[in-house]
């Protein structure tokens, strides 16, 4: 009982949430990084709704049952990336460079894109730049312990 009033509870919350991310992207001063942020906050209602469309449209997996009664059609699949995308109102490619500066624990480099001094794009090839040189140093380490041996 305790889970279904939770359940309710956010339910009736889900039109408020709505609403108040729209007014945020409605804002015309937020930078594409700043939607992009605001826009992950749509990602669980959109994984939701895509994890019940495949459930519908795919049966149960493990048991090997189909459940062709009730196929997705194209206009109800939902790809939750290029949803989020469009709310944001970037590309896809330029919202998965976004997300992956967000989520990086780089926070000088985060905080440059957030405040404008870099783009998504720039931000995004020093992160990889970054990540590619840690693994440089990582593989020199253990050719040289090898070698130690």
């Known amino acids: 009982m305790q889970t279904f009033s939770n359940y309710k509870k956010f339910i009736e919350r889900v039109p408020k949430l709505w609403k108040m991310l729209d007014i945020q992207l409605g804002r015309r001063n ?3 990084i700043q939607r992009i ?4 906050k749509y990602r669980p209602i959109y994984e939701k709704q895509a994890k019940e469309n495949m459930s519908l449209g795919g049966g149960d997996k493990k048991s090997g049952s189909q459940n062709s009664s009730t196929p997705i059609s194209p206009e ?7 949803k989020l995308a469009k709310t944001a109102g970037v590309s896809t490619d330029t919202y998965s460079k976004g997300k992956k500066i967000l989520d990086s624990n780089n926070e ?3 905080q440059e ?13 020093e992160l990889t730049q970054c990540k ?6 990582s593989e020199n380490r253990n050719k040289t312990k090898q070698s130690d041996l």
Do not use: M, T
Request: aromatic content about 2%; glycine content about 6%; hydrophobic content about 35%.
């Open 30 to 32: 937020l930078s594409p």
């Open 37 to 40: 942020a605001v826009a992950e």
């Open 76 to 82: 109800n699949k939902i790809d939750v990336r290029a």
């Open 108 to 110: 000088d480099l985060k």
């Open 113 to 125: 894109v957030l405040s404008g001094e870099k783009s998504i794009n720039s931000g995004y090839k």
């Open 132 to 137: 590619q040189e840690e693994r440089q140093v």
